[in-house]
């Protein structure tokens, strides 16, 4: 099924990047501590919380990120109804391909953002709610990787794009 033949509603004939049902959503691939270990992000742009599970190569892998309410955004996007930005949840899925990419080799590269997609936002995302991001390699070199990413909150895709990132440096 292609991405435009996707429906919004899982259920609805739409499916996720990565088969959501034979993972433990519960389980813990790396913790916060442990994806800094391999993603440069600190600070505020620091968007995930988990990575709940990555296959052996690290050419699939999914992460969660849910939305606390004291983030920088809330308080201006929007006041009446604080939704989290679009370009914050792609982001979030680069933090997760970011992640893969550099597990997959071993070491911590500066990544950068070449290329977003056919990004399309198909569900807003609000303070209590948890997005779980999804991560694909479509091709991956030392030097750059491609990935497309989505994020699913209640059975509901949000978003899905596909990005391309590029080494910048080594650490």
């Known amino acids: 099924m292609t991405t435009t033949q996707r429906q919004d509603t899982l259920g609805r004939g739409a499916s996720t990047l990565v088969d959501l049902s034979s993972i433990d959503l519960s389980a813990t691939e ?4 442990e994806m800094f270990e ?11 919380d988990r990575v ?6 690290q050419s699939e892998g999914v992460g969660t990120l ?5 983030e920088f955004w809330v308080r201006g996007h929007f006041p009446s109804k604080p ?5 914050m949840m792609v982001e979030a899925g680069a933090q997760l391909a970011c992640y893969l990419y550099n597990k997959h080799y071993g070491a911590l590269h ?5 290329r977003i997609e056919n990004a399309v ?8 709610e948890e997005m779980l991001v999804c991560c694909k390699g479509i091709k991956v070199t030392p030097k750059r990787f491609i990935s497309s990413v989505e994020g699913v909150v209640d059975g509901q895709i949000c978003f899905e794009a596909k990005i ?3 080494r910048i440096s080594e650490e």
């Open 83 to 87: 939704m989290f930005p679009g370009v």
């Open 30 to 33: 790396a913790t916060r501590e």
């Open 121 to 128: 936002f198909r569900r807003s995302l609000t303070v209590g």
């Open 110 to 114: 500066l990544a950068a953002f070449l």
């Open 164 to 166: 391309t990132g590029m």
């Open 52 to 57: 709940i599970w990555a296959n052996e190569d």
């Open 38 to 48: 391999l993603i440069h992000h600190r600070h505020e742009m620091a968007l995930l």
């Open 66 to 70: 849910k939305v606390r309410g004291d």
